[in-house]
């Protein structure tokens, strides 16, 4: 039941990384560069993998939620590579990782600063 946030939000990136470049600017016209989208996009997906692993009591859920977003990183550039007009790029990947991170680090913070 846990898990459900995350499938749905993968299956959103999936969606979206399936979508050529014109079609994603038709999707959304206001936006010009959608390398911050990498940041917000992984930046959710660490948090609901956080959010999945930590409700199931797993010993490390930070990590784990970290390799996940890597593993469904690696396998979202490899969707890239079927899809005209978009490519796999390392550039995305770390920026996927960075935003899995930066949401990882948030959740992490934010549980010290309740503890003390």
């Not at 990136?13 to 050529?20: A, C, D, N, Q």
């Not at 390392?90 to 960075?98: G, K």
């Not at 990882?104 to 600063?113: D, F, G, I």
Request: one cysteine or more; glycine letters at 6%; charged letters at 15%.
């Amino acid at each position: 039941m846990y898990w459900i946030p995350a499938i749905f939000w993968m299956a959103l990136i999936f969606y979206l990384s399936g979508r050529t470049g014109s079609e994603l600017q038709y999707l959304f016209p206001l936006i010009d560069n959608f390398n911050p989208g990498h940041l917000i996009a992984y930046f959710v997906l660490g948090l609901l993998f956080y959010l999945a692993l930590h409700r199931y009591n797993h010993r490390h859920p930070y990590w784990q939620a970290m390799l996940f977003c890597f593993l469904y990183g690696i396998t979202d550039e490899i969707h890239q590579y079927f899809v005209p007009t978009r490519y796999p790029d390392i550039y995305d990947l770390a920026r996927d990782l960075l935003g899995a991170g930066l949401g990882l680090a948030t959740v992490y913070l934010l549980k010290r600063r309740t503890k003390s």
